[in-house]
């Protein structure tokens, strides 16, 4: 299939979403695309203020970036009585993700969700991206919901001119697909896997002994194709909306990382509101991360059901054993940014473990 023509199956897809099916329906769903002239916008203008939430997730999908917008927006809007209002720019309008926090910071750019691009800043976060710290999404939330979790906010609000509202899911923990399959540990020696261009999923998988390729997302695909890589690691709902499946047939669940979702306003938007509408705003932003972080598991599972449907082959490998590679990452981590070793040691607390 040409890049072309799988763009344009994937906006079908992208619509029958939006017109209300579930995300792993559209595999198998027919649904008749809207216009292509129809209008991108996601949420509404307000009466006096409207916030701008940046995204490279599209905008058309009930994915970890809109499930939270929706919920956020509709509450912020009744809240307000529609004074305050918010868009949802996904599909990297506003850029590519990484350029987020200066824009966020210097207040051009309101509010936006991955936490993990704020590491240049704020190298802390990457903490959270670090190799087998949780086992769920349940325990990712009951952890991020307490001390460790406070404990990283207070060190991201000294470095930015950001607030953190709060922690959502991903739909999933990150596994690994390649065109080869990974059965054992050992399998992973000498395999291109892409990676986020982040130093903890760089070293995370040179310490499995992988190759690991960071790579702008949107090459990723083509270098599937042609040899390039010989695989990435993503959650399942990204894996089944980008169609990387068509490519890659083996998905080994390593779960090895399960990376929230931080959503986060720019200070200087939240100068702009009156204190009745901050209230607001971190008010709705609490009741969206609950509903988000319900719909999550869910749609995660729809997604691994989707990907076995389209042929994809689930690959059970020794967690335990990938964990005990990756585990020397945690100690030279933290020593290289201590301020992040009490956020690690309240994680290994809540979940029953010492670093």
Same mark, same amino acid.
């Given at each position: 299939m040409s890049a072309l023509s799988r763009r344009g199956y994937s906006r079908r897809g992208l619509l029958c979403v939006a017109a209300g099916l579930p995300l792993a329906a559209t595999l198998a769903t027919p649904c008749v695309a809207r216009a292509e002239t129809e209008s991108a916008i996601r949420g509404h203008q307000g009466k006096k203020i409207t916030l701008k939430m940046g995204s490279s997730q599209p905008t058309h999908t009930q994915n970890a970036h809109t499930v939270f917008f929706d919920a956020f927006a509709a509450e912020l809007t009744t809240k307000t009585k529609g004074d305050v209002g918010a868009i949802f720019y996904g599909d990297s309008q506003l850029g590519p993700e990484d350029k987020y926090p200066n824009q966020i910071n210097s207040g051009a750019l309101d509010m936006m969700m991955p936490i993990s691009v704020w590491a240049p800043i704020v190298p802390e976060v990457g903490v959270l991206t670090m190799g087998f710290l949780f086992n769920s999404l349940e325990q990712l939330g009951t952890v991020m919901d307490g001390n460790a979790g406070q404990l990283l906010k207070d060190i991201y609000k000294q470095k930015t001119h950001a607030e953190i509202l709060g922690w959502c899911f991903t739909f999933g923990a990150r596994n690994v697909l390649t065109k080869t399959p990974i059965t054992t540990p050992a399998d992973f020696h000498g395999r291109k896997i892409r990676v986020l261009p982040s130093p903890t999923f760089v070293q995370t998988f040179k310490l499995l002994g992988a190759d690991p390729v960071p790579m702008s997302f949107n090459e990723v695909y083509t270098?599937?194709?042609?040899?390039?890589?010989?695989?990435?690691?993503? #959650?399942?709902?990204?894996?089944? %909306?980008?169609?990387?499946?068509?490519? !890659?047939? $083996?998905?080994?669940?390593?779960?090895?990382?399960?990376?929230? %979702?931080?959503?986060?306003?720019? #200070?200087?938007?939240?100068?702009?509101?009156? #204190?009745?509408?901050?209230?607001?705003?971190? %008010?709705?932003?609490?009741?969206?991360?609950? $509903?988000?972080? %319900?719909?999550?598991?869910?749609? !995660?599972?729809?997604?691994?059901?989707?990907?076995?449907?389209?042929?994809?082959?689930?690959?059970?490998? #020794?967690?335990? !054993?990938?964990?005990?590679?990756?585990?020397?990452?945690?100690?030279?981590?933290?020593?290289?940014?201590p301020a992040s070793k009490p956020v690690l040691q309240a994680i290994l607390k809540a979940t029953g473990r010492t670093l």
């Open positions: 270098s599937l194709q042609t040899g390039v890589i010989d695989g990435l690691e993503h #959650d399942p709902s990204t894996i089944l %909306q980008f169609k990387f499946y068509e490519v !890659a047939k $083996n998905l080994t669940l390593t779960q090895h990382i399960f990376d929230p %979702q931080a959503p986060v306003i720019s #200070d200087l938007t939240m100068r702009r509101l009156s #204190d009745a509408e901050r209230q607001a705003v971190r %008010q709705a932003a609490a009741s969206a991360v609950l $509903n988000q972080r %319900q719909k999550a598991a869910g749609e !995660a599972q729809q997604s691994l059901d989707a990907l076995k449907q389209s042929g994809i082959r689930m690959i059970e490998i #020794d967690r335990a !054993a990938l964990a005990d590679e990756v585990k020397p990452l945690w100690q030279s981590f933290t020593d290289q940014h």
